[in-house]
């Protein structure tokens, strides 16, 4: 399908931060996208125009049913001055997904790639350059329509913003300690766990604000009907090693189909290293550090790529893993997967798309 894109520069360009400050999601470049839905004509009126407020009515229903999606990925910049995308594609299939299981009109995916990549050429100058930098993409999806009854709207708008970014985590690679929930729960089957929604995200608040006032950086979820098998960590997949293989909950609904996590299983199968995709228990994970089996955790997700973990509570157990250091196994898929992204690395999968 073919789609015009209007653009409208701005005239009053911001100053660009310093990348050796940069947080996470704070600031954001000159322009965005948008492109809106009416039911009867579908998606229209595709616009590239200086970043602003979007003006909506109080009835809008994603204000009061939450019909609204979003995705998350990164360009980088490379040594030789190029910019490219790491696996837009999986995003772009992932966000039809969502939108299929929350009733949102599907997108043509190149068509979304190339929304992406055209915004993205526009802000190129955003993209920061020092190590552990990058440019967020964050497009989303949300219900426009001023309408009170509770059904699918008939009016959307889509949208693309773009943040330069530092590390996720402020210690970086630095393993972080996280807290098993084992009272509250982020998703249940036949739910919405595997869709990216920020409903799912706002479930997790209260957990979250828990372990931190406990002193953690996260929390590990447990099953939303038993509270023992091991799901995700935070808004991460979870990976623990065990017994020299790798051990990551099934898709099996009701966690997210991450990006990393199917670039991470890929790696780790090339390498010969014994993949593991079942269901465990948080018991399974006790027993193993108490034998001293279990001698790396770790979590993937786009924000952070590789996150170490370093301690893990459950209940009154405390469990330190590998001395609170990053494992072999965590560096060498950092190193792996950034270096792919910065292009420092040969991308062998077809991953990264330049621009």
Not at 175 to 197: L, N
Not at 331 to 351: C, M, V
């Amino acid at each position: 399908m073919k789609y015009d894109i209007t653009i409208t520069k701005t005239t009053t360009p911001k100053a660009k931060p310093d990348p050796a400050t940069l947080e996470f999601g704070t600031v954001f470049t000159d322009h965005m996208f948008i492109m809106d839905y009416d039911e009867g004509p579908g998606w229209h009126d595709a616009r590239i125009l200086p970043y602003g407020p979007i003006t909506l009515d109080p009835a809008a229903a994603v204000l009061h049913y939450a019909q609204e999606m979003f995705e998350g990925l990164k360009t980088y910049l490379t040594k030789d001055g190029g910019v490219q995308l790491f696996r837009p594609d999986m995003n772009a299939k992932r966000t039809n997904r969502t939108n299929d299981r929350i009733c949102i009109p599907q997108i043509d995916e190149t068509f979304y790639v190339d929304a992406i990549k055209e915004l993205v050429r526009i802000d190129k100058d955003w993209v920061p350059g020092a190590e552990g930098t990058s440019l967020y993409i964050r497009p989303f999806i949300f219900a426009s329509e001023p309408f009170l009854g509770v059904r699918p709207a008939l009016q959307y708008k889509f949208v693309i913003i773009l943040s330069p970014v530092g590390p996720y985590y402020k210690g970086g690679l630095a393993p972080t300690k996280i807290f098993v929930e084992d009272e509250y729960v982020r998703a249940a089957v036949g739910g919405t766990g595997q869709s990216k929604i920020g409903g799912n995200y706002a479930m997790s608040l209260k957990s979250q604000v828990k372990a931190h006032e406990l002193g953690f950086a996260q929390v590990l979820w447990l099953d939303g009907n038993e509270r023992k098998y091991v799901e995700e960590i935070g808004t991460s997949n979870a990976f623990f090693v065990m017994d020299g293989e790798v051990w990551t909950a099934p898709l099996s609904g009701t966690i997210l189909p991450g990006i990393t996590r199917d670039s991470t299983l890929q790696l780790l199968r090339d390498w010969g290293v014994p993949v593991r995709e079942e269901r465990f228990t948080i018991q399974d994970i006790a027993d193993a550090h108490a034998d001293g089996r279990l001698t790396e955790v770790f979590a993937s997700g786009t924000a952070a790529v590789i996150s170490p973990v370093g301690e893990l509570r459950w209940v009154d157990k405390d469990m330190i893993i590998n001395n609170n250091e990053i494992g072999p196994l965590s560096r060498k898929l950092y190193d792996t997967i950034t270096g792919i992204q910065s292009g420092e690395l040969p991308d062998t999968h077809g991953w990264v798309v330049k621009l």
